[in-house]
């Protein structure tokens, strides 16, 4: 394999476990920063538009803790990534839930039906200045999912820190997803074949 390491350097600008375990599985280092902004505190009607103003708002909240000139003098780039996830189910946008209560609820709504993610990806070229973005959706159809199952899955906590409560690549859940029209990764909060494309670009 081809060091990818080698013509640029990687910031992700997440605190997501799932997001660095995607990143790492295609082939890349990085180092990581959060961005810490309320994220209450952007509001868009549209799914597709929330979740590209979120990423926006990750990115330049990380920018104005950064040496911006000496990444400007450096001779390889370094691209940051930002990116942003939420739940879309009967029309609804879903963060993360609230409470244990809430996350009751999405998750009873979404036994025998089905929900949809919409993702995105900003990077930013922080040599050039160049930044892009762009935003994916995965329908995902479920079986009918116990009450009991729903239980230990709030009891574990994990669902309390997700978009919608939806961790279907969790071992309890995997058994109740019919059908995922769409990537996994892209479920799990970064799409790769995306993530790649505008590594490619930003370069």
């Given at each position: 394999?081809?060091?990818?390491?080698?013509k640029?350097?990687?910031?992700?600008?997440?605190?997501?476990?799932?997001?660095?375990?995607?990143?790492?599985?295609?082939?890349?280092?990085f180092?990581?920063?959060?961005?810490?902004?309320?994220?209450?505190a952007?509001?868009?009607?549209?799914?597709?538009?929330?979740?590209?103003?979120?990423?926006?708002?990750?990115?330049?909240?990380?920018?104005?803790?950064l040496?911006?000139?000496?990444?400007?003098?450096?001779?390889?780039?370094?691209?940051?990534?930002t990116?942003?996830?939420?739940?879309?189910?009967?029309?609804?946008?879903?963060?993360?839930?609230?409470?244990?209560?809430?996350?009751?609820?999405?998750?009873?709504?979404?036994?025998?039906?089905?929900?949809?993610?919409?993702?995105?990806?900003?990077?930013?070229?922080?040599?050039?200045?160049?930044?892009?973005?762009?935003?994916?959706?995965?329908e995902?159809?479920?079986?009918?999912?116990?009450?009991?199952i729903?239980?230990?899955?709030?009891?574990?906590?994990?669902?309390?820190h997700?978009?919608?409560?939806?961790?279907?690549?969790?071992?309890?859940?995997?058994?109740?997803?019919?059908?995922?029209?769409?990537?996994i990764?892209?479920?799990?909060?970064?799409?790769?074949?995306?993530t790649?494309?505008?590594?490619?670009?930003?370069?």
């Open positions: 394999m081809e060091d990818k390491t080698e640029f350097k990687i910031i992700l600008g997440s605190s997501s476990i799932t997001r660095r375990t995607i990143l790492a599985e295609m082939g890349y280092e180092t990581l920063m959060s961005a810490d902004i309320d994220e209450k952007t509001r868009k009607e549209k799914p597709e538009e929330l979740v590209m103003a979120l990423a926006e708002a990750k990115a330049d909240a990380i920018l104005q803790r040496p911006i000139g000496d990444y400007v003098k450096e001779a390889e780039p370094t691209l940051l990534i990116s942003d996830q939420v739940v879309v189910y009967e029309g609804v946008i879903r963060e993360k839930p609230a409470n244990a209560d809430e996350a009751r609820k999405f998750l009873k709504g979404y036994s025998g039906g089905y929900a949809a993610t919409v993702g995105s990806v900003l990077i930013t070229n922080l040599k050039t200045g160049f930044r892009k973005g762009e935003w994916d959706r995965v995902i159809y479920f079986n009918q999912i116990p009450d009991e729903i239980e230990e899955l709030i009891e574990e906590g994990n669902v309390l997700v978009a919608g409560g939806l961790l279907i690549e969790n071992p309890l859940m995997r058994p109740y997803i019919k059908q995922v029209v769409g990537t990764d892209s479920v799990m909060g970064l799409p790769k074949a995306l790649g494309k505008l590594i490619k670009e930003a370069l």
